[in-house]
């Protein structure tokens, strides 16, 4: 997770960032994701040349039935399985079960104690999680970016613009 310095915000806390990025995570509960970005979970998650251990046996076998070691880049796949065109907690339930599609999914549930528990939250109570998601999209959009000396709103955010 990111530190409000970092993403150059201010209206913004470390804690609130992670929270936010879970509860906005959860916008994964709609959309497709193509082969390519998640291939290396399938046949080589540590360079070992075996499938991330983190992910449901069964759901990385159905996963490769179309999402070969090479080929089928362009090959889409719902990021929730479950519910792919409805807005709802199965996101959230569908980590806990080890069937996150990405690894920045499915870590928000194996690597952090405080991330797992609010995970347990929203795949318990979709009403929480649609509330909590409410409030964090409203808040992020309130969130002033840092320009001039301060900071810059980078073209690319993987580098500075100079």
């Known amino acids: 997770m990111f530190g ?3 993403i150059g915000c201010t209206g913004s806390q470390p804690s609130d960032l992670i929270t936010s990025g879970l509860i906005n995570a959860g916008s994964h509960t709609i959309g497709q994701s193509r082969c390519t970005s998640f291939r290396q979970r399938l ?3 540590s360079g070992n ?3 991330d251990g983190t992910l449901d046996a069964a759901y990385a076998a159905q996963l490769r039935t179309r999402c070969p070691r ?3 880049d362009q090959n889409l796949f719902p990021l929730d399985f479950v519910s792919p065109t409805k807005f709802d907690n199965n996101y959230f339930k569908n980590l806990m079960a080890g069937k996150g599609l990405l690894s920045s999914d499915e870590v928000l549930f194996t690597k952090s104690a405080a991330t ?3 995970v347990k939250l929203y795949a318990e109570n979709n009403e929480l999680f649609f509330d909590h998601f409410a ?3 409203v808040k992020m959009g309130n969130i002033t970016p ?5 900071g810059e709103i980078r073209k690319n955010c993987r580098k500075v613009n100079h």
Not at 146 to 150: A, D, N, S
């Open 43 to 45: 046949y080589n998650q």
């Open 70 to 72: 090479s080929g089928g």
């Open 49 to 51: 040349g075996l499938p």
């Open 146 to 150: 840092l320009t001039g000396l301060r």
């Open 4 to 6: 409000s310095s970092q």
């Open 116 to 118: 797992m528990q609010l």
């Open 135 to 137: 409030k964090s999209m």
